[in-house]
């Protein structure tokens, strides 16, 4: 890495918010996502309770061959086969609020990466987020709660590299009692939460909470 590259990976390093500062952040922000509309006959689809993380549990063999940490990188692309999400990804930091700015809700296939956060791939817990639904109809996310342990989510890097992420749970949690440290927290090796709307509506309050997916990297392409 040459002296401008460190200096700059520095100053980045030095502006990323401390992990506390972001799970509260995002407990009153992104639990959160604004904008979804719940006004369809049919919902969008809820985890079962068997997909919820257990944090406790030794993690799946899978994991004991997992890759390194990768380095920092833009990133270009999220898919999903499991519930065919393929959606380009724009950088979201916090609006003046200081909430975690969604996508623009008017284009329902786009993420957001929380660029607060680290990139997917780097040691910690990178944070992908998008709308359930609009105005038009279902979006990007649409299908998050439909997810099962073992489904994988690829994160498509701006360094050429795509960062496969194997999931290990997915859990709705409202927005009064959203756990910050737990869905946030750095578990010490690279890891993705992907987060939408979820849980009850109503036309007052919009959704109750939010679907989280859990997962960690297992293989490099």
Not at 25 to 32: F, N, Q, R
Request: proline share 9%; net charge neutral; hydrophobic share 40%.
């Amino acid at each position: 890495m040459s002296a401008s590259e460190l200096a700059e990976e520095e100053e980045r390093q030095r502006k990323r918010a401390p992990w506390g500062v972001i799970a509260l952040v995002l407990l009153t922000g992104l639990a959160l996502i604004r904008n979804g509309s719940g006004e369809f006959d049919v919902g969008p689809p809820q985890p079962a309770s068997a997909a919820a993380a257990d944090t406790r549990a030794t993690p799946h063999p899978t994991f004991s061959a997992a890759p390194g940490p990768l380095p920092y990188s833009l990133v270009d692309r999220v898919r999903i086969p499991a519930i065919a999400v393929d959606a380009p990804v724009m950088p979201v930091g916090l609006d003046v609020d200081g909430w975690v700015d969604a996508p623009p809700p008017d284009d329902p296939n786009l993420a957001g990466w929380f660029t607060g956060a680290v990139s997917p791939g780097e040691k910690g817990t990178a944070v992908i987020v998008g709308h359930v639904d609009n105005k038009r109809g279902p979006a990007v996310f649409y299908g998050l709660g439909a997810l099962k342990k073992g489904n994988r989510v690829e994160v498509q890097r701006r360094d050429g590299k795509i960062a496969v992420f194997e999931i290990y749970g997915i859990d709705v949690f409202s927005k009064a009692n959203f756990p910050g440290d737990r869905v946030y927290g750095n578990k010490g090796a690279p890891e993705l939460r992907v987060i939408t709307c979820g849980g009850g509506f109503t036309k007052q309050t919009g959704y109750a909470g939010n679907v989280v997916v859990f997962a960690r990297l297992v293989e490099v392409r």
